[in-house]
């Protein structure tokens, strides 16, 4: 495996039934890397990490992770790697504890090593006192926490997050900006999909925008701005996506929903 070289995809193509959702998508994810991860809606984000987690089947190409081939090789890769999916199955009827003990177990962990490292980081985000509490009662925020938790619980090195953020509070958003710094400082690598462009701005040391399945920019935030002469992530987004029609798009959908209301 290349020096620090974390994963590797080669001319990575999907397609469902007649439709091509990636395109031949070539990356090279080094150790240490906050990847931004950003495109369009139905670009191909979430089939790529779906991929990557072998969770989809039937793609052409190579990917690897950790320098081997997750087509052939066994599934013990997948223990180093962590997941926030965007839309999560999370066992309601489970306690927070359960759950993430159960997920622990998944991953490799010790029973008792993983309750007990459950109760610690659930105390860190103040929810020590819903640890046994079921998670159907729990808010979207409290929810998203507990995800959170449950794909770092096992310290992994890879870390896939699809929109992580959602639902969480102000004051969340800050620790969770900070604990994601913090663990790429110490080497981990993390793939960060988000429609958020100011966070995205924010902690991504790299930037890939996936459009129509294909790579269409990859780069710094500072290069991508040098390329687009644009300040913002939102307006390089905005330019390399094509789209600068928001004001008319606006005005035709209200108008739409404004018009012709025969309740009066
Ligand atoms: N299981 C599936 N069967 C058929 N088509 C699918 C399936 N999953 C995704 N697609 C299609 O693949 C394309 C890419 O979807 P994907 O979810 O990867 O996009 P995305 O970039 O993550 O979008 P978003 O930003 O909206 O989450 C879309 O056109 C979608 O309709």
Known sequence: MNEGKVLSLKDLTMRYSNK?????????VFKGQIIGYIGPNG???????????????????TVE?????????????????????ENAEIYDNLTASEYLTFSGELYGMDRSQAEEKAELLM????MKD???KRIASFSKGMRQKVLIISSLLHNPDLIFLDEPLNGLDANSVMVIKDILE???????????????MDVVEKISNRIVLLIDGEIAADGTFEELQQQSKQGSLEG???????????KHTAKQFVSIVTEGDSRE
Request: no cysteine; aromatic share 10%; proline share 1%.
């Open 236 to 246: 390089i987004f905005n330019q390399l996506t094509g789209f600068d029609e928001h």
């Open 43 to 61: 670009a191909g984000k979430s089939t790529t990490l779906k991929i990557m987690l072998g969770l989809v089947q039937g793609y052409q190409g």
């Open 130 to 132: 819903v640890l046994h």
């Open 182 to 196: 913090q663990l790429v400082a110490q080497g981990k690598t993390i793939f960060y999909s988000s429609h958020i």
């Open 123 to 126: 105390e860190q985000f103040e």
């Open 20 to 28: 091509s959702v990636l395109n031949g998508i070539n990356l090279d």
């Open 65 to 85: 992770i950790f320098g081997q081939d997750i087509a052939t090789t066994d599934h013990s890769y997948k223990r180093k790697i962590g997941y926030v999916p």
